[in-house]
């Protein structure tokens, strides 16, 4: 009992000593943080090999936000890449609605699955909620925009036109099996219908020109295309090979369906010949399971500029095409100044070509203007009332000049690039300009195809990081 007692006491010695309750009114109010506002952004695209888009964190809006790039599997996840929205924003096709954002390209480390890339995410570092996907993403990945390549190096005709000067060109050189076969490792990288196999020069002098089709893989085929002035005579083996190529189309050749303004604008050509193998083509075309698409590309001179609007017509109702360009000449220096002074159009010719070929989309005729083209005079509409007179006014104090307006500045699309190959491998490399491609596009790299054996991993040095 007297040990129970003590114990008690002490317990109630011990309360009594304990500080009294601090009322309610007392309490520091306790502090509550902001929430901090969430990164926002976009994924536009989004494929085995890359993704795209913007992102802005609007707690620093100035600063490039880091991200990563996150594969994930259920409740697994595992960061593919980390990188930084440091880019602008004016080549996406779903920008920032307001202009605030910061746009990214990054190339994956190492090729997904479709699987994988479906599973892929993007999100900001150090922790946030994943970026949106964009409606209709870009799920596949095409860097390269086009490739310009050029089998040979040299042209059976010396058309006064010619942009490429061939005074000093003697022989044909001819690309090698190793270097076209560098050349196919592009092509996966490449859209529809925009790699050719000529740019600058005639690709039927190459005498495997047909093996050369038959080297493409039939995957790939429907990227290809090529121009040809169709004057050679080729072996029925080149028409039957066309036939079933499966090349997305051919480009041909022709000024005017009149012999001697045919022959004086493709100088070296005879009409004879090149109504023969025209109409060798399009028999193949007819009777073959893959033909290439025809196309015709004509130049507006002078001599034929009126006869345009019928040839058109006839192209189109006759001659299979699938679409007609009609095109300026570049002001090229090596061009004869007496041919320029006879045949370059004036402005009203343009015009006149203009009216007639309006009835057609740009999906159907494409007519390609002189970039000084002046626009066309407005319609008459009746003279204008005489101004009535007004009594003589204080002279108005001129106003200052306005100031010169600042250069535009090139837009350029990250990640995609142009490729240019010569028959003898040698590459240049450019980027794309989607807005105020400068006069001379500066190349970012020259290299030998040969020595790009991972065009990703090559293009990866070339790209934003």
């Given at each position: 009992?007297?040990?129970?007692?003590?114990?008690?006491?002490?317990?109630?010695?011990?309360?009594?000593?304990?500080?009294?309750?601090?009322?309610?009114?007392?309490?520091?109010?306790?502090?509550?943080?902001?929430?901090?506002?969430?990164?926002?952004?976009?994924?536009?695209?989004?494929?085995?090999?890359?993704?795209?888009?913007?992102?802005?964190?609007?707690?620093?809006?100035?600063?490039?936000?880091?991200?990563?790039?996150?594969?994930?599997?259920?409740?697994?996840?595992?960061?593919?890449?980390?990188?930084?929205?440091?880019?602008?924003?004016?080549?996406?096709?779903?920008?920032?609605?307001?202009?605030?954002?910061?746009?990214?390209?990054?190339?994956?480390?190492?090729?997904?699955?479709?699987?994988?890339?479906?599973?892929?995410?993007?999100?900001?570092?150090?922790?946030?909620?994943?970026?949106?996907?964009?409606?209709?993403?870009?799920?596949?990945?095409?860097?390269?925009?086009?490739?310009?390549?050029?089998?040979?190096?040299?042209?059976?005709?010396?058309?006064?036109?010619?942009?490429?000067?061939?005074?000093?060109?003697?022989?044909?050189?001819?690309?090698?099996?190793?270097?076209?076969?560098?050349?196919?490792?592009?092509?996966?990288?490449?859209?529809?219908?925009?790699?050719?196999?000529?740019?600058?020069?005639?690709?039927?002098?190459?005498?495997?020109?047909?093996?050369?089709?038959?080297?493409?893989?039939?995957?790939?085929?429907?990227?290809?295309?090529?121009?040809?002035?169709?004057?050679?005579?080729?072996?029925?083996?080149?028409?039957?090979?066309?036939?079933?190529?499966?090349?997305?189309?051919?480009?041909?050749?022709?000024?005017?369906?009149?012999?001697?303004?045919?022959?004086?604008?493709?100088?070296?050509?005879?009409?004879?010949?090149?109504?023969?193998?025209?109409?060798?083509?399009?028999?193949?075309?007819?009777?073959?399971?893959?033909?290439?698409?025809?196309?015709?590309?004509?130049?507006?001179?002078?001599?034929?500029?009126?006869?345009?609007?019928?040839?058109?017509?006839?192209?189109?109702?006759?001659?299979?095409?699938?679409?007609?360009?009609?095109?300026?000449?570049?002001?090229?220096?090596?061009?004869?100044?007496?041919?320029?002074?006879?045949?370059?159009?004036?402005?009203?010719?343009?015009?006149?070509?203009?009216?007639?070929?309006?009835?057609?989309?740009?999906?159907?005729?494409?007519?390609?203007?002189?970039?000084?083209?002046?626009?066309?005079?407005?319609?008459?509409?009746?003279?204008?009332?005489?101004?009535?007179?007004?009594e003589a006014a204080e002279p108005v104090q001129a106003a200052a000049p306005a100031p010169a307006p600042a250069p535009l500045q090139p837009v350029i699309s990250p990640g995609e690039f142009e490729f240019?190959?010569?028959?003898?491998?040698?590459?240049?490399?450019?980027?794309?300009?989607?807005?105020?491609?400068?006069?001379?596009?500066?190349?970012?790299?020259?290299?030998?195809?040969?020595?790009?054996?991972?065009?990703?991993?090559?293009?990866?040095?070339?790209?934003?990081?």
């Amino acid at each position: 009992m007297g040990g129970s007692m003590f114990g008690l006491k002490r317990l109630f010695s011990g309360y009594s000593q304990r500080p009294a309750p601090v009322p309610p009114a007392q309490l520091a109010p306790a502090v509550v943080q902001p929430a901090r506002p969430a990164v926002t952004g976009l994924i536009e695209q989004r494929s085995t090999r890359h993704v795209a888009g913007w992102m802005l964190d609007p707690a620093a809006p100035d600063a490039p936000p880091t991200f990563e790039a996150v594969l994930t599997a259920g409740p697994q996840e595992t960061v593919v890449a980390t990188s930084h929205a440091a880019l602008g924003t004016a080549w996406l096709r779903h920008p920032p609605p307001d202009g605030r954002g910061h746009g990214y390209h990054l190339i994956l480390p190492a090729a997904l699955t479709d699987d994988e890339r479906d599973r892929l995410i993007v999100r900001p570092v150090g922790g946030g909620a994943a970026l949106p996907l964009a409606e209709q993403p870009q799920a596949r990945y095409r860097p390269i925009k086009h490739v310009a390549l050029d089998i040979v190096d040299n042209c059976n005709l010396r058309c006064p036109f010619c942009l490429y000067d061939y005074t000093n060109t003697h022989r044909t050189n001819v690309m090698s099996d190793e270097v076209f076969d560098a050349a196919i490792r592009l092509m996966p990288y490449v859209g529809d219908e925009f790699f050719w196999l000529s740019c600058l020069h005639e690709p039927t002098m190459h005498p495997k020109f047909t093996s050369l089709i038959e080297r493409i893989p039939h995957e790939f085929r429907s990227n290809i295309f090529y121009t040809s002035n169709l004057s050679r005579r080729m072996p029925q083996e080149y028409y039957d090979v066309l036939g079933r190529s499966g090349l997305n189309f051919m480009n041909i050749s022709i000024e005017s369906r009149t012999p001697d303004i045919y022959e004086k604008m493709r100088k070296g050509a005879k009409h004879r010949i090149f109504m023969e193998c025209w109409e060798q083509l399009l028999a193949a075309c007819k009777a073959g399971t893959a033909p290439p698409k025809l196309r015709y590309i004509m130049m507006a001179y002078k001599s034929n500029f009126r006869e345009i609007p019928e040839l058109v017509a006839w192209l189109r109702e006759e001659r299979m095409a699938s679409f007609i360009d009609v095109r300026y000449t570049y002001d090229m220096s090596h061009i004869d100044p007496a041919f320029k002074q006879a045949e370059y159009l004036d402005p009203p010719d343009w015009h006149w070509l203009m009216r007639e070929l309006a009835q057609y989309s740009p999906h159907e005729v494409c007519l390609s203007l002189p970039p000084d083209l002046p626009p066309p005079p407005r319609a008459e509409t009746g003279s204008e009332p005489a101004p009535r007179p007004t009594e003589a006014a204080e002279p108005v104090q001129a106003a200052a000049p306005a100031p010169a307006p600042a250069p535009l500045q090139p837009v350029i699309s990250p990640g995609e690039f142009e490729f240019r190959v010569s028959y003898n491998g040698r590459a240049f490399v450019a980027p794309i300009y989607l807005a105020n491609r400068p006069d001379i596009v500066p190349d970012l790299a020259e290299i030998n195809i040969l020595d790009i054996t991972d065009p990703v991993d090559y293009l990866r040095t070339l790209s934003p990081a």
